[in-house]
C-alpha cells in the first residue's frame, strides 16, 4: 500500500474546497456509481464466484440488487435529507426559530467484510456520499477478486482525492491507517475481536466508530406456528451463502411437541433446494478459505448429524448440516457459526429460551415462528437483539427504511437508507433569534417580577 501520508491530505483539501457538499455534486456521485455497478456486474458476479463459488443468483440478490436499492432510495430522497429541519421553539426562547442543518462530516473510513463483498463495501459507500464525504473504502482481502473489481470499478468514476480504494491484508493496512490519521467516522463491518481492536485504534483520536458485527442469532419455533413453513424459511436463511451471513439463523430452538416434524420437513427442503448431491448443486456456494473450512468442520463433532455432514477439503465444502443433541456448553452453541451447520436444540418452556439465548446475550437478529400474538411479543419484549422477522427470516435487512444493526455484544450504531445519511452527517442545531423585538428578561438585573415570569414561561 502506498504511503498513506501522501494521499490522506489531498481527500482532505478536496472536502475542504466543498465541492463535494451541493446537492447537484451529490447527485452525480450516485447517479455515476448506479451507472458503473451495472457495466461492471458481470465482472463483480464473476468474482465473487471465483472468491467463494457464490451463485449468480445470490450474488445480484443480496449484493448487487440492494446496492441498487439503496441508491435509489438515496436518489429519490436525497434532496429532502439535506433539507434543513425546523423545529418547535419553547416559550422560553422567543422570538426566535430553531432548526438543524445536516452536513457532511469531512474524510470518512469504510472497512468491508468478505461475506458480502459487493454490498458491505458499497451500501456504506452511497450513504457517506450522498452525506457529502470523501471516502477511504477498505475491501476485505478474504475475497480478492472481488476487491480487485472494486477498486477498477470505483476508479473509473472517482478522483482518488474524493474517494480511494485501498487494498491489502486488513491487519497491516487497518493500523497504518487508523492509528497515525485522524478520519472523521469508521465504519466497521466484520468479527467482534477486530471490532475492539479497530474502536482501540479510533479512540486514540476520539474518531467516532460503527461497528456491524454478529452473534448468535436464533430462530424460534413455537408448536403454534406454521412447522413446514418456518423449517423453509430457516433451512434458505442458515444455507443462503452457504451460511456465511451475519444475519443468518444461527441456530433453532424448537418446541418439542414439533420437533420432528421440523426435522423432516428440513431435511426435506435441504434436498429440495440442493438436490441428493449438493456439492453437484450450482446454487451451494463454498467456504471463503481453509481456515474458515477447519473452523466449520469442527463444529460436526459437537452432537448428532441429522442430515449431512458430509465435506471435502480441497473443494472447502461442507454440505448443509443439520445438528442435533448439542450440548449447550459446545463451540457451535458458544461461537457464531458462519457455515452451513444447523444446531436445532429442543424446548417446552419459554422461559428455557430465554435462558439459552442468555448465553450468548444480544443476538444481531431474532426470528420468531409463532401465529400467537402474545407469544411473538413474549419474545421480542424480553429478548435484546439488534432486528429480526416475525415468521420469516433475513428480510429486515433488505427494507432501506428499517435500520440495521446491533446492540451490545453484536454492534454499536445502525446504518441503512436514511439512516446511512444521518450516520456520515454532523446534524447541527441553529436557533435564529429576531431583533425586531427583545423582551430583555434574561439580562440583569434581576428582578422578582423576572423571575415570576421565568418561572412561569419555564413551567
Known amino acids: 500500500m502506498e504511503d498513506p501520508s501522501t494521499w490522506i491530505p489531498f481527500l482532505r483539501e478536496h472536502f475542504a474546497r466543498g465541492s463535494t457538499k451541493p446537492y447537484a455534486a451529490r447527485r452525480?456521485?450516485?447517479?455515476?456509481?448506479?451507472?458503473?455497478?451495472?457495466?461492471y456486474e458481470e465482472e463483480l458476479l464473476t468474482a465473487m464466484h471465483a472468491d467463494m463459488r457464490k451463485p449468480r443468483f445470490e450474488g445480484y440478490v443480496a449484493d448487487i440488487g440492494l446496492v441498487h436499492a439503496e441508491i435509489d432510495h438515496a436518489l429519490?430522497?436525497?434532496r429532502e435529507w439535506m433539507r434543513p429541519k425546523y423545529y418547535p421553539t419553547p416559550l422560553a426562547l422567543q422570538v426566535s426559530r430553531s432548526v438543524v442543518h445536516a452536513e457532511p462530516l469531512g474524510v470518512v473510513l469504510i472497512i468491508a467484510p468478505w461475506n458480502y463483498p459487493i454490498l458491505l463495501a458499497l451500501a456504506p459507500l452511497v450513504g457517506?456520499?450522498?452525506?457529502?464525504?470523501?471516502?477511504?473504502?477498505?475491501p476485505s482481502d478474504q475475497a480478492p477478486a472481488t476487491a480487485a473489481v472494486v477498486a477498477r470499478l470505483i476508479a473509473s468514476i472517482f478522483a482518488p482525492e474524493h474517494v480511494r480504494v485501498v487494498l491489502g491484508p486488513g491487519?497491516?493496512?487497518?493500523?497504518?491507517?487508523?492509528?497515525?490519521?485522524?478520519?472523521?467516522?469508521?465504519?466497521?463491518t466484520g468479527s467482534p475481536g477486530v471490532g475492539k481492536k479497530i474502536m482501540a485504534m479510533a479512540a486514540q483520536h476520539l474518531t467516532p466508530v460503527t461497528l456491524e458485527l454478529g452473534g448468535k442469532s436464533p430462530a424460534v419455533v413455537d408448536r403454534k406456528c406454521d412447522v413446514e413453513r418456518a423449517a423453509q424459511r430457516i433451512v434458505w436463511s442458515r444455507f443462503f451463502n452457504a451460511g456465511q451471513t451475519c444475519v443468518a439463523a444461527d441456530h433453532a430452538l424448537v418446541h418439542r411437541d414439533v420437533m420432528e416434524r421440523f426435522l423432516a420437513s428440513a431435511a426435506e427442503h435441504i434436498q429440495r433446494h440442493?438436490?441428493?448431491?449438493?456439492?453437484?448443486?450450482?446454487?451451494?456456494a463454498r467456504l471463503v478459505n481453509d481456515k474458515r473450512f477447519n473452523v466449520v468442520k469442527g463444529y460436526l463433532q459437537h452432537g448428532r448429524i441429522h442430515v449431512g455432514g458430509e465435506y471435502d477439503a480441497t473443494d472447502r465444502y461442507i454440505a448443509p448440516t443439520i445438528l442435533t443433541d448439542?450440548?449447550?456448553?459446545?463451540?457451535?452453541?458458544?461461537?457464531?457459526?458462519?457455515?452451513?451447520?444447523?444446531?436445532?436444540?429442543?424446548?417446552?418452556?419459554?422461559?428455557?429460551?430465554?435462558?439459552?439465548i442468555a448465553r450468548n446475550p444480544h443476538p444481531l437478529a431474532l426470528y420468531i415462528f409463532s401465529n400467537e400474538r402474545r407469544t411473538q411479543r413474549y419474545f421480542t419484549e424480553n429478548i435484546a437483539f439488534g432486528g429480526g422477522c416475525i415468521n420469516h427470516c433475513m428480510l429486515q435487512f433488505g427494507n432501506p427504511h428499517l435500520t440495521v444493526g446491533g446492540v451490545g455484544n453484536s454492534g454499536l450504531g445502525r446504518y441503512h437508507g436514511k439512516a446511512t445519511f444521518d450516520l456520515f452527517s454532523h446534524h447541527k442545531p441553529m436557533v435564529q433569534g429576531s431583533t425586531l423585538i427583545e423582551p430583555g428578561i434574561q439580562y440583569p438585573p434581576y428582578t422578582s417580577f423576572k423571575e415570576k415570569v421565568l418561572r412561569w414561561v419555564l413551567k
Do not use: M
Open 28 to 39: 452525480k456521485t450516485l447517479l455515476d456509481l448506479r451507472h458503473a455497478v451495472k457495466a
Open 76 to 78: 429519490q430522497h436525497l
Open 128 to 138: 457517506a456520499l450522498a452525506a457529502g464525504n470523501c471516502v477511504v473504502l477498505k
Open 171 to 188: 491487519s497491516e493496512v487497518g493500523p497504518k491507517l487508523i492509528e497515525p490519521f485522524r478520519f472523521d467516522h469508521i465504519f466497521f
Open 274 to 284: 440442493y438436490g441428493p448431491d449438493p456439492q453437484r448443486s450450482p446454487h451451494f
Open 326 to 356: 448439542v450440548p449447550l456448553d459446545s463451540p457451535p452453541l458458544q461461537e457464531e457459526i458462519f457455515g452451513p451447520v444447523l444446531p436445532v436444540i429442543p424446548w417446552s418452556e419459554p422461559e428455557e429460551v430465554l435462558s439459552i
